[in-house]
């Protein structure tokens, strides 16, 4: 299939402020992924993404096998690379992963004293606890917001080490917390959902909390299943 990347700037890679060049490619490529540009089982070569990024076969490479690492692409022959295809059971098992901690975060957060004072449920409570009028529409933001709920959550634990384990499982399901916002219903679904567990957490009812909790992850996980690479394809076009 032919590509259609994002490109860096000839301003960003003179002036990387700081990032690698490496470090530029490597959020771009996986920006293309999340946002379905380019597709689980794509086939795509270095030469492809340094002719479309405009920079030197190096970093792209360092990208790419950083990328590998963290289980987002294939290395398929000397410079030919494969999005990696779904593995739906490695889905399901980070789905497990990821409402273990959570619960343990929840848990944890009703438990503490000075809940009142925490900044992070301070932020929530005003994006999540307002009138259905003044709720975002967009489901691209809703879902971007949507994993700052539940990350905050887990930080306002006070776990750093929890949070950051429940950081990387989060990446690796993000696209499909995309796919699931490609439903309209789902944004105030998850307005309404995420208000009933803020409103438990602050009211210290920590099981109630996380039952709903719970039961919330899973709808997104019983997504992993009905994915199929027509609906992959129609995201994409829905988010272009």
């Not at 000075?114 to 929530?124: K, P, T």
């Not at 109630?208 to 719970?214: D, H, N, T, V």
Request: glycine share 4%; aromatic share 8%.
């Amino acid at each position: 299939m032919r590509l259609s990347l994002t490109t860096l700037s000839p301003a960003s890679a003179a002036h990387p402020s700081g990032i690698t060049l490496a470090g530029q490619a490597y959020e771009l490529i996986k920006r293309d992924i999340f946002e379905f540009r380019l597709l689980p089982g794509d086939e795509f070569t270095e030469s492809d993404l340094v002719a479309r990024l405009g920079v030197s076969r190096t970093p792209v490479r360092q990208a790419l096998y950083r990328l590998e690492r963290e289980g987002f692409v294939l290395l398929r022959q000397r410079s030919g690379w494969r999005v990696h295809p779904f593995d739906f059971e490695r889905f399901e098992a980070l789905y497990d992963v990821r409402i273990v901690l959570e619960q343990a975060a929840v848990t944890r957060l009703c438990g503490l004293q000075d809940m009142d004072s925490n900044g992070e449920l301070s932020a929530l409570k005003q994006f999540w606890l307002v009138p259905p009028d003044e709720r975002l529409r967009s489901g691209k933001q809703v879902a971007e917001r949507d994993e700052a709920f539940h990350c905050s959550l887990v930080a306002a634990a006070g776990n750093p080490e929890m949070a950051s384990i429940h950081r990387d499982v989060t990446e690796k399901i993000r696209i499909i917390r995309q796919l699931d916002f490609t439903k309209d219903y789902r944004v105030d679904a998850t307005y309404q959902e995420h208000g009933a567990i803020l409103r438990a957490i602050l009211a210290r009812r920590a099981d109630e909390a996380i039952r709903m909790l719970k039961s919330h992850i899973e709808i997104s996980k019983a997504e992993v299943r009905k994915i199929t690479l027509h609906r992959l394809q129609a995201a994409r076009q829905a988010l272009i």
